[in-house]
């Protein structure tokens, strides 16, 4: 068995970076499958403009681009909020081996609730999924952010 070192602790530090820049604290780290991180990245739809600029699209465009392919196949991504409807897609469109996220988010997530992206009939990649690492972090990073702007 593989030793299992997780990344949260990097995913949750982009989240705090993203706060710090005012965009929505949401962290993800992508790793290779030889365990290096290849990209690592926070939201920064305000900065450029896109609202597709969440942190795990960043994360894929940049692995896919060092890769060289459309595909990631034994990837992991680490990212601090449940993904969203569009994020989801992405992770199974890269085949990404595996998707560790923090915390859940009632209001805009698309893996365990919502449109739950990777248990519908379409989705043709279905990625392993473990919830809830680091989610006491990500969950006090997000309510900072969301007080402080109130
Ligand atoms: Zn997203």
Do not use: W
């Not at 290096?36 to 939201?43: E, K």
């Amino acid at each position: 068995m593989t030793r299992f070192k997780s990344h949260m602790d990097t995913a949750l530090a982009e989240a705090s970076a993203a706060a710090t820049r005012g965009e929505v604290p949401v962290g993800a780290v992508l790793v290779a499958p030889d365990g290096h991180v290849v990209a690592q990245a926070g939201n920064r739809t305000r900065e450029l403009n896109d609202p597709t600029a969440h942190a795990e699209i960043l994360v894929i465009r940049e692995g896919c681009t060092r890769a060289g392919s459309e595909r990631l196949p034994g990837y992991d991504l680490y990212v601090t909020l449940e993904p969203c409807p569009m994020c989801a897609t992405a992770i199974s469109a890269a085949r990404i081996r595996r998707v560790y996220y923090a915390a859940a988010d009632p209001k805009s997530g698309g893996v365990a609730q919502g449109p739950r992206i990777f248990s519908h009939p379409q989705c043709h990649h279905v990625p392993e999924v473990y919830d809830g690492i680091g989610a006491g972090e990500a969950e006090q990073i997000l309510r900072d952010f969301f007080a402080a702007r109130r």
